[in-house]
């Protein structure tokens, strides 16, 4: 795909910077977000550092979701609502991919109500175009870049252009990517990471992560 900018708000956490660090890795720009400039910046040039290129900054998160052609989302769960009112404006137009998955590690269990990525939705309104996707995606094992990724990746949205961009951002990350449905589907995709979190405590491992079977 062509190469694109994608900035990812809370991207010097755990998911977000193993999503910059796959995406930079094959050749798209990134732009890591945070409420701190400096720590976006000192988070970028480690994934500098790590590739060896130069194509990863780091901005505070307003400034990045103003950069971004496509906007990720991946901040606590807790902080999922008021970071994206910080940044509603400069979302105009613009795909937000939101990774939020509210479930407590400690205690997985799956949430109730409405998908935290429809309630991005209802949020932005229509002019953005929210897409909800990695909810299930450790990031351990996304950093392990010299093992292969076997979690795959479900898609939702309720607008099937973008559905299918970031499936094909998924895809160039080193994921196998499945578009599920309209957002509401979100709901069971968290649901499905604390099974996920649960698995993964039983049988000691960070990198456990989910397969569909009998279409590829
Ligand atoms: N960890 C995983 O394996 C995993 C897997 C799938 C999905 N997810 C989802 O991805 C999201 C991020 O998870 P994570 O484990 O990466 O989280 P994290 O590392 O704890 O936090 C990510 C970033 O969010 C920012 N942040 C923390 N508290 C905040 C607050 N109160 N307000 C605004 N920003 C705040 C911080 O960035 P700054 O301090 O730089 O602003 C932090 O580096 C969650 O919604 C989670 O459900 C995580």
């Given at each position: 795909?062509?190469?694109?900018?994608i900035s990812i708000l809370?991207?010097?956490g755990h998911e977000g910077s193993g999503l910059g660090l796959r995406w930079a890795k094959a050749g798209h720009n990134i732009i890591i977000?945070?409420?701190?400039?400096?720590?976006?910046?000192?988070?970028?040039?480690?994934l500098n550092a790590l590739l060896g290129?130069?194509?990863?900054c780091g901005m505070d998160n307003l400034s990045a979701a103003k950069a971004g052609e496509i906007v990720v989302l991946t901040v606590p769960p807790e902080a999922q609502?008021?970071?994206?009112?910080?940044?509603k404006p400069a979302l105009a137009g613009k795909i937000l991919v939101d990774a939020t998955a509210r479930v407590d590690a400690k205690d997985p269990k799956p949430p109730q109500g409405k998908a935290s990525a429809r309630m991005a939705q209802e949020l932005l309104g229509d002019?953005?175009?929210?897409?909800?996707?990695?909810q299930n995606v450790p990031a351990h094992?996304?950093?392990?870049?010299?093992?292969?990724?076997?979690?795959?990746?479900?898609v939702c949205g309720d607008d099937p252009d973008?559905?299918?961009e970031v499936a094909r951002l998924a895809e160039a990350a080193g994921m196998q990517a499945y578009e599920a449905g309209g957002l509401d589907n979100g709901i069971v995709v968290e649901g499905l990471t604390a099974l996920i979190i649960s698995v993964n405590k039983r049988y000691k491992s960070k990198t456990g992560g989910i397969r569909i079977s009998g279409i590829r």
């Open positions: 795909m062509d190469r694109r900018t809370g991207g010097t977000g945070s409420r701190a400039a400096e720590k976006a910046e000192a988070a970028a040039l480690e290129l130069s194509t990863v609502i008021a970071t994206l009112e910080s940044v002019g953005v175009r929210v897409v909800a996707a990695f094992a996304l950093k392990k870049l010299d093992r292969e990724l076997a979690s795959d990746v479900l973008a559905r299918a």
